[in-house]
């Protein structure tokens, strides 16, 4: 007779647990239900993408893990412990760069280690070696003293990149953060984001990441699993495992299974965006 070991499971990063939003407008008391039930257990070093129809709650989802918008009821757990507030250990990133228009690369990406809790008790030299390990790590070196309006979009994603990092969060939240490039820009950082995660490294050094996006095929190059809500009230409606191993290079996209699994979520929200839009 043979003994199966059945190893357990690691304890999740991220526990959302029956998680609902509903926003109330102040002057009219009008009510919106835009996130109900939500459930998902995220792994540690796990790169989940989100993907839906338009205002089907991605966002609000996203804000609820950052502690920038409470939940109306539910748990969301970071290593067992409940969340209800911002915090250093889960980095935000948005669209729209959010860099300080009036510092140089090298100050946009070391602001949080001069002025957060993150260079707290850093000495001068660990900090700047820090701001040069992720200038560089992004591909930026070389471009430390230039300014944000002297750089193309995709660079000024790098270096909001860069500052995100630089804080050391243990989990990256992503909101639409390659939505606003042009697309041969975003399919090169697609690639870069990959590589700066450490696709090819150790998976026990990779961070946790929740990304949205509305690129199915986005979603499916980076995620170990995409994450498709319905609208109204915003739901799990399917969770796929990206089949497809690592590291991913732009081959992938020729892969009959990234256009199978690309199909498959289309098919899960074309009616739903369709109807968003109409
Ligand atoms: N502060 C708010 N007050 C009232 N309603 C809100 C607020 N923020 C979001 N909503 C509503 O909640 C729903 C979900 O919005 P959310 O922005 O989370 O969706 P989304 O999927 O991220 O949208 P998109 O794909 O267009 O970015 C929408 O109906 C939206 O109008």
Redesign the pocket.
Known sequence: MSVQMIQPKPAPKLRLKGIS?E?I?PRTGQR?L??ADFNLDVQPGEFICIV????????????MIAGLEKSTSGSIEMDGKAISAPGAERGVMFQDYALFPWKSVRDNVGFGLRHGTAGAGMAKAEREDRINHFVQLVGLKGAESKYPHQLSGGMRQRVALARLLANGPDVLLM??PLGALDAQTRLVLQVELLRIWGETGNKDDRKTVIF?T?GIDEAVFLADRVVV?S??P?RVSAVLDVDIPRPRTEEVRLDPRFAELSEEIWSLIRDEAYRAIA
Do not use: Q, R, Y
Not at 52 to 63: A, F, I, M, Q, R
């Open positions: 939003k926003f407008a919106t835009a996130v839906g129809p338009s205002g089907c709650g991605k966002s609000t989802v996203l804000n909101d639409e949205i509305h809500m609208s109204h915003g």
